[in-house]
Structures are given as C-alpha cells and as structure tokens.
C-alpha cells in the first residue's frame, strides 16, 4: 500500500491551488482556422494582381504626362461611348454575383443558378463587345505597334480582358458544379472564392477606363 501512494504521487503531479475551486477548463482546440488555405490563396492572388496592376498603371501615367498629345497626331479616338455602356454591363455583372453568393448562403439552388447564369453571361457580352471594338481600332490603325499610344492601350486593356475570361471560364465551371448540387448552406465557398474573384476584376475595370478612355 505505501508502495502505491508513493507512485500515485510520482505518476499523478499536484494541481495548482485556484482558491478552493476546481481548476479551469482546458482551452477549446480550432477546429477550423480563422482563413481558410483556399480563401488565404485567393487574397494573395488579389494581392499580387494589384500590384501588378498598379505598375501598369504607374508606366501608363508616366507615359501621358510625358506625352504633349494624347492621342497622338492620326491615330484613331478610343469609343468612350461604347465602352461607357460596356462599363455598366460589367458593374452588373457583378451585382448579379453578389445576388448569387446570397442565394448560395440561403441554400436557394435554383436561385444561384440563375444569378451564376446572368453573370456569365453579362461578362461575355462585355467580352464580345471588347473584342469587336478592337477589332474595329484595328482596322482603323490602332496597333500594338502603334507606339506607346497602342502599346499602352492594349497591354492594359489587354490584361483585364484575359482576366475577365479567365474569371468568366470559372463561373462556368462553378456554375457546373450548382447544377450538380455541389452547393449547400453550408458549404459555398467555391460559390464565394469565384465571387471574390469577379469582384476585383469588376471593380478594377472603372479605374481602368477613367484613365486610358477619359484621362
């Protein structure tokens, strides 16, 4: 018997005295980090998207005030009208996401179905009208090779559009997985990754034709 009190108090250490009281409960373990890997990626992407784009911008600034006239002498004016237009079916586009991320937190399958469709669709037609416009600059003599006045142009307006594409492909694909029930109330976070995304190449677009259509 004394054998055993003395490895019960060798094995068993004191516990700290609280006043009389029992000992406080043990921190609860996460179990989920605060950001997730996927959305911690996504934010780092951003972030280096708006650098990027941000020396873009810097070179094209640089570029216009340097230049004494802009547009240069015979080269085409760039469709402010047009592009205004275009400017607002992006913007919706991107209330339409919106409306689709809330559908998908209410569980309303059907619902971020249709939003998640409207929003492809207005970024095609934004896509398509970007596109005929160039080509219409091209036949008019606007070039990549038209100096720093195409060479800005197209390299800006260039890089957004290939991210509007890449972002519209994964609406399609998020689209894809709702209509396969992939989606719940509880787990959306494609619904909102792809939503995230969308967002910053809509709201990008106004800075971007403020300066190079309006500036």
């Known amino acids: 018997m004394a054998s055993e009190a003395i490895a019960r108090k060798v094995v068993e250490p004191a516990l700290p005295a609280f006043g009389g009281g029992e000992p406080p409960d043990r921190p609860a373990a996460l179990s989920q980090p605060l950001v997730s890997n996927a959305r911690l990626a996504l934010l780092m992407l951003i972030a280096a998207e708006t650098m990027f784009f941000s020396g873009l911008i810097g070179a094209f600034i640089v570029f216009r005030v340097a230049s004494q006239a802009w547009p240069p002498p015979f080269q ?42 409207i929003t492809v669709a207005l970024g095609t037609v934004f896509l398509a009208v970007q596109g005929y416009e160039w080509l219409r600059l091209i036949r008019y003599g606007l070039k990549l090779s038209s100096g720093v006045y195409g060479a800005t142009f197209y390299t800006l307006i260039g890089c957004h559009g290939a991210h509007v594409l890449g972002g519209t492909l994964w609406l399609l694909i998020v689209l894809a997985q709702a209509r396969k029930g992939r989606f719940t109330e509880h787990d959306y976070a494609g619904v909102q990754l792809c939503g995230m995304y969308w967002t910053f190449v809509v709201a990008l677009w106004p800075i971007l034709y403020g300066l190079v259509y309006l500036y």
């Not at 047009?82 to 619902?111: M, Y």
């Open 76 to 117: 085409p004016r760039l469709p402010v009208g047009v592009t205004a237009v275009n400017t607002v079916i992006l913007l919706l586009s991107g209330v339409a996401a919106h409306f689709a991320l809330r559908a998908a937190r209410a569980g309303k399958s059907a619902l971020l179905q249709r939003w998640l469709s």
